[in-house]
């Protein structure tokens, strides 16, 4: 019960948060200077077509009536239309969005999996190699812009070594499988095209990577600190004391509560990833969602760019409230519904 | 009065010193220290210690375009000829400014608000100003940096303001957790039972007990504001050519991989030590406070 308490509770917040936002991103994009039709439509359309396209929009009613028609759209899904691919909006995100959450879900994946692991590792072996080279390697991964990662890998493996296409989603030979899902990947294997599969996931590799090691640094370093405070308690002490086998007190009782911390930060990760997608797409050239949000930003195509936004929040939130929901599934005080103790 | 002030100061001293005797036996913080005061250094004086200070801005000589590294040009030169080197230290600066002018700005209203809404747990102030924090933090610092930075004209100033109006709310949640606390102890409620004004609660009780945390969080927000403004130039919305902001030299030289890495590799270098000094100070405030939120 507390627990359908505890999701109503941050459903009702998030709706809150995106009316907001909204709200934030739509006074954003209003108030910048120059005229977007006439950037759209160039210095040479005629004046009545600008006018016409101004009518068209909404663009000379006031600010607030301009946010009504803007809200009741969206509501209906209806983001309005883009200046620059002269599409509805909302077809812009259906084409573009699988792209970016397959490269994000990759560099998430990625993200949890070597960054516990590697953070396991270095806290159960504190203070010695290992753990020194996983603390380095964490530094670097912290301190590094993931578009310097991205160039880096770019030169090292796609010139250098030649060992990775760094370009795009398929090589050019290989057919696109059907879309199911919209993620290539997945669609590829769900068609049983393995060929197609392999190629995609080659492709994935150097962006996904350049994504996650970033996040990856940041849950090695926090899954560290905990397991290694964790591993001096009594609790533990006491298990192996009474022959508990080695194997269930590390998984059972050291790693799955010391992963809290770690999974609370996961959104925050998340969040700072989608970001870096937007300078990781550039490089690698990959038609993502992130990319057309950079154009959109660039020539200032506000339906966009606020859809944009809006469509990344929404995104957001849903990972946090999935990060809440695993942290009460890890976390008995919060499952159960005891106040949370220091 | 004069006595106890006396003492009070002594005492701080004292701390002081002794805090500083605990940083400086850590060596990596001290690595930290040093990168940072030799990136200040540098970024201060680049006038004066950069072989070649004229090519920091619109400078052209084709005749020692695009050359590799050598004893002349260190680091190499561009596509324009100008020493890549000398155009680092000037974009230490940028870089620096940003952090600097970013924190300066969002750190007053950022804990204010945060003590305010802390203090006040549980009230409509509260709901208001930390419901707002929420709406914020809901997209990622980067991306609605980029959102405003492309609706304005694209330069060093906007790209602050940009990030500014999105960072205080990370204050904000910091030390409203602190406040929210804070406000149960027993000595601020012997300073309201004994009427001190709200202010003096505010700044003089719970706030002291804030510094730490907050000293911690700039530290390492300085390398983040950093990472931040770096991107926001990389993508063109930040510092605009000749300017020689680190971001912007590494995405003109990405156009010249991978014959001349040398015009983004050592930009993209530059920026990572700027970033590691202010994280390894950071990381050692943390530990010599003892502190886990921030």
């Known amino acids: ?25 739509f006074t954003i994009s209003r108030i910048l200077p120059g005229d977007p039709v006439r ?32 809200l009741t759209g969206a509501v209906r899904g209806d983001l ?58 964490s530094y670097i991964g912290i301190v590094t812009p993931s578009f310097v990662f991205a160039i880096l890998f770019l030169l090292l493996f796609g010139y250098v070594l030649n060992v990775l296409p760094t370009m795009g989603r398929l090589s050019p030979w290989i057919a696109r499988p059907p879309v199911i899902t919209g993620m290539v990947s997945l669609d590829a294997l769900l068609s049983g095209n393995f060929a197609a599969f392999g190629d995609a996931i080659r492709h994935l590799i150097l962006p996904a990577v350049s994504l ?107 990972v946090n409230i999935l990060v809440d929901l695993i942290v009460a599934w890890l976390d008995p005080r919060i499952r159960l519904g005891a106040e949370r103790g220091k | ?54 090519h920091a801005s619109r400078f052209v000589n084709f005749a020692e375009a695009g050359q590799p590294p050598s004893l002349k040009h260190l680091f190499g030169t561009d596509v324009f000829g100008r020493d890549i080197l000398s155009r680092v230290f000037f974009g230490f600066r940028y870089s620096l400014m940003m952090g600097v002018v970013v924190l300066s700005l969002v750190v007053i209203p950022g804990v204010v608000l945060g003590l305010v809404a802390g203090y ?33 004209t694209p330069s060093v100033f906007n790209a602050m303001m940009a990030v500014s109006l999105m960072w205080w709310p990370w204050y904000t949640r910091l030390v409203y957790g602190l406040s929210s606390s804070l406000r149960t102890e027993f000595f601020v409620q012997a300073a309201e039972v004994t009427g001190a004004s709200r202010s003096h609660i505010l700044f003089r009780e719970i706030l002291p007990n804030c510094v730490s945390s907050i000293f911690t969080k700039m530290s390492l927000d300085m390398g983040w504001v950093i990472l931040i403004g770096s991107a926001l130039s990389f993508v063109g919305l930040g510092a605009q050519p000749p300017i020689p902001d680190l971001g912007t030299m590494v995405a003109d030289g990405a156009k010249y991989l991978p014959d001349q890495w040398w015009i983004t590799i050592f930009p993209a270098f530059a920026i990572m030590i700027t970033v590691l000094g202010f994280n390894l100070i950071g990381d050692g405030f943390r530990d010599l406070f003892a502190l886990e939120e921030v």
């Open chain 1, 39 to 70: 950037m759209a439509l160039g210095s040479r359309a005629p004046q009545w077509a600008v006018d016409n396209l101004r009518e068209q929009m909404h663009l000379n009613d006031p600010l607030y009536a301009q946010y009504y028609y803007w």
């Open chain 2, 120 to 152: 006040y747990r549980g009230t409509w102030i509260d709901t208001v100003i930390m419901r707002t924090t929420d709406i914020f933090l809901a997209v990622p610092p980067l991306i609605l940096a980029l959102a405003i930075c492309s609706v304005l």
């Open chain 1, 212 to 318: 996650a090691l970033g996040g990856m640094a940041q849950e090695a370093r926090i899954t560290r600190s905990t397991i290694s405070d964790n591993l001096r308690k009594d609790y533990i002490a006491s298990a192996k004391g009474f022959g508990v086998p080695e194997r269930l007190v590390m998984f059972k009782y050291l790693l799955k509560p010391s992963l809290i911390p770690t999974v609370s930060i996961l959104g925050l990760d998340f969040a700072s990833l989608i970001g870096n997608a937007f300078l990781v797409e550039l490089i690698f050239n990959w038609p993502g969602f992130s990319r057309y949000g950079i154009h959109a930003m660039l020539n200032k195509d506000l339906n966009a760019v606020s859809a944009v936004v809006m469509v990344l929040g929404v995104i957001f939130i849903i």
């Open chain 1, 1 to 25: 019960m507390s627990m359908l308490k505890f999701l109503g509770k941050r459903l009702a917040l998030s709706l809150f948060v995106l009316f907001g936002l909204s709200i934030l991103i």
């Open chain 2, 1 to 54: 009065m004069n006595y106890s002030r006396n003492t009070l100061l002594k005492r701080r001293a004292e701390g002081f010193k002794k805090g500083w005797y605990k940083f400086s036996r850590n060596p990596v913080s001290v690595l930290g220290l040093f990168f940072v005061l030799t990136v200040s250094f540098l970024a201060i004086f680049a006038p004066y210690v950069s072989p070649y200070p004229t």
């Open chain 1, 80 to 137: 309005g239309q883009s200046l620059f691919t002269r599409r509805a909006v909302i077809e812009d995100v259906r084409e573009f969005l699988p792209a970016t959450m397959e490269l994000a879900l990759s560099a998430g994946v990625i993200m949890a999996v070597f960054g516990i692991l590697l953070g396991a590792v270095s806290g159960r072996y504190s203070n010695t190699w290992i753990d020194n080279s996983v603390r380095i390697f």
